[in-house]
Every structure is written in C-alpha cells, then in structure tokens.
C-alpha cells in the first residue's frame, strides 16, 4: 500500500473511532453522516516527473457534533505512518477541498509527491477501503473526487437505501449481491434471491500473546465469523455447481476494516495455508491462495482470495459457481466504556499481529469458522440435491401428461390444449409445458422466502408471476435487488437509489449443521419445504393454481385436471423420490 492511501485510511479510521466514542454513540448504532476525500495533483516544482498531491479529508452533517478536531489532529498526527507532511485544520491554513457541494465545518489537508502510478493505486486502494466501510456502516457516506492536471473524476460511495442484515454481533451488514459479484458472471436469467443469506458462527476468544497481552484491558478479544454465499442457493437452483472461489474479508473493532501497515509482515500471513483453519476436504475441495487480485474493480476486493482447484475434466463445471464470502470480525468484548486510544491501540495491535494472534488461538478460531462454512456449503448441498429431484420430477410429470394428451381420442381435447400453449405440435406443447412447471416450482421456492427475489421476465410471464406472487400469504420484506450507493459516478448521469430497509429480526450464531430456527422460519424457504413434510399438501395445491394462472387451461376436461393433481406432488420441493 503506497503511503498516501495508507495515511487516508487511518486518517479515516481514526476520525470514524474519534466520532464514534466522543459523541457517544452506543455501541450497536450506526454512525450517520458524510464524509468528503480529494486530492487534486499537480506537476511538482520540485521533483522530475513527480505529482505535488493536496489531500483534503473533510467532514459534514453531524459528523462534528461535539468533537474536538484540534485534540484529533493532536492525537493522529504521530500514528501516521511514513509521512512527513504535517496535517492541517483548513481554520488555520486555507482548505483545498474539491468539493465545493458539502460545507464543511472541518478540513484536514496534508501534502505529499508521488508519481503518477502510484497515485493511481492509491486511488483504488482507498476506494476498496470505502467499499468495505459502507457495507457495515451503510449510513455514512463518501464523496470521493481525484483532479489531475484539471481533470475532475468523482464517485459516491454508500449503501444507506440497501438492504440490510443485523447481526446478533450487532454488526449490521449489506447483503446487495452487487457490492460481491457481477450478473455477467452467472445466467441472470433465471429467478434469483438477489440477497446474502449469513451464517453467524459463534464467537472465538482470542488470545493476546506475549508483552502485547499488557495493554490494561479489561475485556476479551474475540472473533466471531459470518459466512455466506453469493449467489444464495435458496433461489438460484440453475447455478448449483460447486463454489468457484473463496473471499475473506477482515475487519477490527467497530467493524472498521484492518489496514495492513507492513508489507514485510502482512496481517494475512497466516492465511497463505488455505487449510490452516478450515478443513476443505470434507467438501471435496481443494483451494489454492489467489494472489493475483486486480485492483481495478468495481466490487470489493478480498482481503484473501482462494480459487479452488478442479481436476482438468471438470475444470468447466466450475467456471461460474457461487462464491463463498467470509467476513472475519475481531472486536473487543467488555463490561465498562472503552475508550478511543484504547480502540486505536487495539487497530494497531491488530494490523500487525493480527497473525500472530490468530495462531495462538488456532484451535478456537478453527472451530468457530468451520462450523460457518460447514453450515453454508451444507445447505449448498441440501439445495443442489432438491434441484437434481425436481428436474428428475419435471420430467416425470411432462411426461405423464404427454401420455395423457398423445392417447386421448378426443381431437378437440388435443386441439385446446395445443392452443392453450399456442403450439403447433405436441414437441412444442412438451418444451412449453416444462418451461411452465419450472416457473412454477421455482415462484413457489423465491415466494416463500421473506427476503426480496429479482425475476427477469418477459411483459407476459410478469403478469403470470404476479398472480401466482398474490396467492401465498407469507411473503415478507421487499428489498431492493439493485442500488446506485455501492458506486455512484459523476461523470455518468445520477440515477436515484432504490429504496431499501433494514431487517429487523437478528441472525444468531450458527451452532450445527442444521438450519437455525430463526433462519428456517425468516428466510429458508428452499430447506423449510424439504423438512415440512405437512406443508406439502399446501404445496401441492399452489402449484395446481400457480399453473391456473399461468396458463389458461381451467375448465377443460375433467382428465386434464385430474391428471395434473395426480402428479402435483412431484412439482412439490419436498418430493422425495
């Protein structure tokens, strides 16, 4: 990390963790507020082929409600690291803020040179800080804006109207599939849940080794995993093969990302065993450490990426599969009020022995984030498992009914079905026919989950949808499946954010293999059909009137319908065969 970003980062962190303990926010809130970062460079007077950068940090809104900026500057002045230029208050030397749309009542400026590549790595480090503060702190706001030699390049970062998961950590996280992957990467096509479904794993006291352990802390460390698949399999069942890649995210005290403060000694290096914590085998897999991470992307960038690796026959079977996501939260658990340099020795420590840390406490951090992963990439199976069932009973079914429609001897009985369908042929009337059951079953999988389900459909298919969509009663929360606030660009035109809401219920840890109560109940619709066998019936007769709606074959001879609730167990996802 070049020293300008590295100095923006903690300057942000620190602000974050000033703010958060000196207005006294609790804990669990969310801090609510904007935040402005420029930094116009200029052909330096000084040194050959070399940019004078001006950095502004400012702040806005309620972010200064009684904090002491000068005390602040006092205090970050000696933590940054490698630089020696001087941070300002713009109250004493005029502030060079690019962004004149946000007042702000207070501006931090430092300066410094740096040739032009560095400069652009920079900016895209900093911009993936941002991106992994917003999707815990989806409230605060970022005007982020680079001029080079007059050119003016300007986004907007937050994700304050996205959907929003609260953790029982009291980490309330964004689960948008947007901020994690593209939709080019997977058939978009089909129904999907556009949201993460996290699992929580219980927390893991860690141990601080040697003299770091005397800092005059009363409290515990702990970490405490959240892992998750993005796709979700819960509604995305034609993307079922195996997990393509693996991505960890770190994150410290007040879920504020950890910044890696010494490349010698990188805060990950004890992830470079991809098995060191978690056992792949007994998912039949095998990961490899991705150290090939492009910078210059609009998602946000892992702190650790493992690929996993596929025998060369079936390296194809994993070219678009799901992603497993692994938030790790180190945070600080204690009974009295802790306060702001305690938090920021804390980062410190974290940054650069975060390594060191974790070994010593192997065997408790092991356990804690295998029993996450367990948990996801088993209900992964649960769900690939229902899908082989249900396309084995689609066929089944189209099948039966084409037994039924190519012996009848009624001619008019065979003439109105072909019309119904707008087929020309009994070949047709089969392709169509499946289609339908499929739009069926998988409305009846993305209804019953209460979180939010984007379908791409054509204008006719979105009215079948809808009919269907009213006939259940527990559908839950709607969510956004797509917000503006991951990335907002300037140079483009501004598009308004969809309007979101923030789940109410709290995600627990996970303690075995089998769904939580609370998430079989809320938003496990694909595990809840398969252990409810009593809800099958039900099942069953939503779908005979999901295909009423579907399609307008009510009131034709009494075979056809008999027919069609004969096999509706088999278009049910609890089916069994």
Known sequence: MERTALAVCEILRYLIIHWKCEAGIPKGALLDGQLAISIEALPS????????????????????????????????????????AKLTLASEEGGHSQDTSVKAPCQMTFEVDENSRSLMTDCLVIKHFLRKIIIV??????????????????????????????????????VGFQHYVSKP???????????????????????????????????????????????????????????????IFLYGPLGLPLVASDQEQPSTAVFRDASYFIDWKKHNLFMLPNLDLNLDTQFILPDVNYKVELPEENQSQNAQGPVLLLFLFVDFQSGVPVHQGE???????????????????????????????????????????????????????????????????SSSFRKTCLQALEAVDTQEFSAKLHRIFYDITQHQFLNHCSCDTEQHLTPEKKISAQNTKDQHKNIGLEFPAESSGQA????????????????????????????????????????ASLTARGSQTQVANDGVQAADAASPLGGLEDLWLQEVSNLSEWLSPGHRS
């Open 185 to 247: 990467q997977f058939n978009w096509t089909e129904p999907h849940c556009s949201r993460l479904h996290p699992v929580l794993g219980h927390p893991a006291p860690l141990s601080i080794p040697g003299a770091k352990a005397n800092m005059g802390l009363l409290g515990e460390l702990t970490l405490t995993p959240a892992a998750a698949l993005c796709p979700s399999p819960k509604g995305f069942s034609s993307q079922l093969n195996r997990i393509s890649s693996v991505s």
């Open 488 to 527: 907002e660009n300037k140079r483009l035109k501004r598009s308004s954010p969809n309007q979101g809401r923030e789940e109410s219920r709290t995600l627990g840890p996970a303690r075995d293999l089998s769904p939580p109560e609370s998430v079989t109940r809320d938003c496990d619709p694909t595990e």
């Open 343 to 409: 938090i920021w020795g804390l980062h410190t420590l974290l940054t650069t022995h975060l390594s060191t840390i974790l070994s010593e406490s192997r065997s408790t951090v092991q356990d804690s984030i295998q029993s996450a992963v367990d948990q996801v990439l088993e209900l992964h199976h649960q769900a690939a498992k229902t899908h082989q069932r249900l396309q084995a009973s689609l066929s089944v079914a189209v099948t039966s009914i084409m037994s039924v429609l190519t012996g009848s001897t």
């Open 45 to 84: 007077k000084h040194l050959p082929d070399s940019l004078r950068c001006i950095i502004t940090i400012a702040s806005a809104g309620n972010v200064d409600g009684g904090l002491d900026f000068k005390k602040l500057l006092q205090d970050i002045q000696p933590a940054l690291p490698r630089l020696s």
């Open 137 to 174: 702190h989806h409230k605060l706001k970022f005007n982020f804006s680079v001029t080079v030699n007059g050119i003016l390049s300007a986004e907007i970062f937050g994700a304050e109207n996205e959907p929003v998961l609260r953790l029982s950590n009291g980490i309330s996280l964004a």
